[in-house]
């Protein structure tokens, strides 16, 4: 879901899942040590998944026997990998989520990374409705047709009829069609933002912040594997060290991105410091979201997913009502925020910033966020 305008999104829509059977996809490992996570995006070279390396670098997984994988090109491999044992841990948007909830799969989400809603509308400058509702009747540029089910309930929980908008489908590319007059408005995430403007795609914006009140990606495992006693303490500890990543996060999102960025020097060729930390802040604020209101990293509000599942129960997206505490659950929530906060707050301060990033103007990109 995050930042992908230079690997190939995936939408919502249910695609075709022989890829699913690619060669490097063995059976999730028996070993009661071992987590293997997929991407939802084809990639593991973003920036969206900072936590992961942060605390891989400083050792924060301890003895665990992690593996982050970039997953199939398909909307919903991500959770199909998890529901046929080819993987541990999935990262899905809410909709994907829905859909294989619709679908049957018993999953659960037990660590909630997306806590603000990260979708947004773009428009050229000059152009933006001074309210949300103007957006019945526009033409809403989207990279696949799938995008509908991201978009379709951000319409209706601010009282706009979905089917009064028309999508149009520009592949890759549909970031700059919105600046060749191609259609009214683009649909847009965190990160991604910051990456746009980078390439020269200055725009105004709709923010989620401003209006929606859905959740974002999360991670999900088995319903087996979270009744399975003898792994409760495997994950308590495997979402301790992404908390512990998360927070350095907060704390010291320059030194965040560089440590990205040195794992992927193709993706560094590509960004900019101040462009990448930019970007990688839209991510934290997403999931940092509402932290006065939360109990932790990875908590889910319970009401907030309860309030996505009945917008898209209302307009037919999923054809059963959800209950959010029946697929949501906080069990390691409390155990995974349990770490050393002093450790990290240490190897922030201790970090030791290339010249680039020490140039990095953090207090200038929190003022345009």
């Known amino acids: 879901m995050f930042g992908l305008d230079r690997r190939n999104f995936v939408g919502l829509g249910l695609a075709a899942a022989g890829t699913l059977a690619a060669p490097r996809?063995?059976?999730?490992?028996?070993?009661?040590?071992?987590?293997?996570?997929?991407?939802?995006?084809?990639?593991?070279e973003v920036l969206d998944d900072y936590p992961y390396w942060v605390s891989k670098k400083f050792g924060w997984f301890g003895d665990i026997q992690t593996t982050l994988e970039p997953g199939p090109m398909e909307a919903t491999a991500t959770i199909k990998l998890v529901d046929q044992d080819q993987a541990d841990i999935g990262f899905p948007s809410p909709g994907v989520f829905s859909l294989g909830l619709e679908q049957g799969m018993p999953l659960k989400s037990v660590f909630h990374m997306g806590a603000y809603d990260t979708f947004s509308f773009a428009f050229r400058k000059g152009e933006k409705p001074d309210d949300i509702k103007k957006l019945a009747g526009m033409k809403v540029l989207v990279g696949s047709i799938g995008w509908k089910a991201i978009i379709d309930p951000m319409l209706a929980q601010v009282g706009v009829d979905p089917a009064s908008v028309e999508y149009l489908e520009a592949g890759q590319l549909w970031g700059p069609a919105l600046q060749q007059g191609q259609g009214d408005t683009a649909l847009c995430w965190e990160g991604l933002r910051a990456q746009w403007?980078?390439?020269?795609?200055?725009?105004?914006?709709?923010?989620?912040?401003?209006?929606?009140?859905?959740?974002?990606?999360?991670?999900?495992?088995?319903?087996?594997?979270?009744?399975?006693?003898?792994?409760k303490s495997l994950y308590e500890n495997y979402f301790k060290a992404w908390a512990m990543g998360l927070e350095f996060g907060h704390q010291n999102p320059r030194a965040t991105t560089q440590i990205v960025l040195e794992q992927f020097p193709a993706l560094a060729s590509t960004l900019t410091p101040e462009i990448a930390t930019?970007?990688?802040?839209?991510?934290?604020?997403?999931?940092?979201?509402?932290?006065?209101?939360?109990?932790?990293?990875?908590?889910?509000?319970?009401?907030?997913?309860?309030?996505?599942?009945?917008?898209?129960?209302?307009?037919?997206?999923?054809?059963?009502?959800?209950?959010?505490?029946?697929?949501?659950?906080?069990?390691?929530?409390?155990?995974?925020?349990?770490?050393?906060?002093?450790?990290?707050?240490?190897?922030?301060?201790?970090?030791?910033?290339?010249?680039?990033y020490q140039a990095v103007d953090v207090a200038a990109i929190e003022a345009r966020l």
């Open 278 to 356: 930019e970007s990688m802040m839209q991510l934290a604020k997403i999931f940092r979201g509402p932290w006065e209101q939360r109990q932790g990293w990875g908590w889910h509000d319970m009401g907030q997913w309860q309030g996505y599942f009945d917008v898209i129960h209302e307009i037919g997206q999923i054809t059963s009502p959800v209950k959010a505490e029946d697929v949501c659950k906080n069990d390691y929530i409390a155990a995974a925020n349990q770490f050393d906060q002093e450790a990290v707050t240490t190897a922030s301060n201790d970090f030791e910033l290339s010249e680039d």
């Open 25 to 44: 996809f063995l059976m999730a490992q028996e070993s009661n040590n071992t987590v293997r996570w997929v991407s939802p995006r084809g990639t593991i």
């Open 197 to 231: 403007f980078g390439q020269g795609l200055d725009y105004d914006y709709i923010l989620p912040y401003d209006f929606s009140k859905f959740p974002a990606n999360t991670f999900v495992i088995r319903t087996s594997d979270f009744e399975d006693e003898a792994k």
